[in-house]
């Protein structure tokens, strides 16, 4: 099998390739269509279950495989309390209920908050849950899908997706998260061997 027969291609054919992987994959699939009914704002399913899933594809592994869980973004300055946060995530527990794998839901809009508490350093305010994805701690990783009005699948990937299609985490240097690329990248890595890991 060959699990680098995108790598280098133009951007548009590897859009396509990407959405029509994530989107086949059955757990993505129920995960976006349970996204869409929750109805929260600006919102938008993020990195390892999308992306994993483009490598379990390529490698021949099945749907699951290396998956924790479902990271799903949203963006709602209109109150920007912990318990208004609170709220989302329970009631997103409830309607997630039954999902293959689990769901973490977090409000972009309040991240600069406890970012520095848990990280040691300032995080900046975001404006959307799409900027969000461009600090990543790998641009390997920074990817996101959601459907747009239409229900056609829309790609939000500020780095492009060579480096996904060519296994190959590249640090993000946007913010000092050395220890976040070097962690996941050794995770990655013992999932998928293909992978090489470029050092910070």
């Not at 994530?22 to 009914?37: F, G, I, K, M, N």
């Not at 209109?78 to 293959?100: M, P, T």
């Not at 520095?116 to 350093?121: A, E, I, S, V």
């Not at 993000?172 to 976040?180: F, L, S």
Request: glycine fraction near 6%.
């Amino acid at each position: 099998m060959d699990h680098l027969r995108y790598s280098g291609l133009p951007f548009e054919t590897q859009r396509m390739a990407f959405l029509e992987i994530v989107s086949a994959d059955p757990l993505v699939r129920e995960a976006l269509t349970h996204a869409r009914a929750l109805g929260l704002a600006d919102w938008l399913v993020v990195s390892g279950a999308l992306y994993n899933s483009v490598w379990n594809h390529l490698t021949g592994k099945p749907p699951g495989y290396g998956i924790k869980d479902v990271d799903l973004f949203y963006f709602d300055d209109s109150d920007l309390s912990y318990e208004a946060e609170d709220a989302v995530i329970r009631r997103a527990a409830v309607h997630f209920d039954g999902l293959a794998l689990p769901v973490e839901v977090r409000n972009q809009a309040r991240v600069h908050l406890w970012y520095p508490l848990k990280f040691g350093q300032p995080c900046p305010r975001y404006t959307s849950s799409s900027e969000s994805v461009s600090y990543f701690a790998s641009k390997t990783h920074a990817v996101g899908v959601r459907y747009d009005a239409d229900g056609q699948l829309d790609l939000v990937a500020p780095f492009g997706l060579d480096d996904i299609f060519s296994f190959r985490i590249v640090p993000n240097r946007v913010m000092d998260n050395q220890r976040t690329h070097e962690v996941k990248g050794k995770r990655a890595k013992e999932n998928w061997p293909e992978i090489s890991v470029v050092p910070w």
